[in-house]
């Protein structure tokens, strides 16, 4: 799996799930109950960790991954998206 490369240049291992805790938490703040909640992490997580391997590229930046995770989000789930790119 491809490297994430950070805002501020250090790189580390894609982290599913880092990502889906990213996700989870916009998702309860939307209201979503505990169970919806995982279910849509787990979903989105999923999808982008495919696209991820599907770029076939050594690094990708947060940028990149959080920019898909709010186009995924806005598509089906838009708020959860208000709620990932607003945090409280």
């Given amino acids: 799996m491809a490297l994430v490369v950070k ?9 599913k799930k880092k ?3 990213s996700i989870h ?3 309860v703040e939307a209201g979503y109950k505990k169970q919806q909640a995982e279910q ?3 979903k989105i997580s999923e999808k982008i960790e ?3 391997r599907a770029k076939n590229k050594d690094c990708i930046t947060s940028e990149k991954i959080r920019e ?3 186009k995924i989000l806005g598509e089906k789930y838009p708020q959860v998206e208000d709620c990932y790119k607003n945090p409280e």
């Fill in 68 to 70: 898909k995770a709010e």
């Fill in 19 to 21: 990502l889906y805790a």
């Fill in 25 to 27: 938490h916009p998702a």
């Fill in 40 to 42: 849509i992490a787990e």
């Fill in 50 to 52: 495919k696209w991820a």
């Fill in 7 to 15: 805002r501020e240049g250090r790189t580390e291992k894609f982290d």
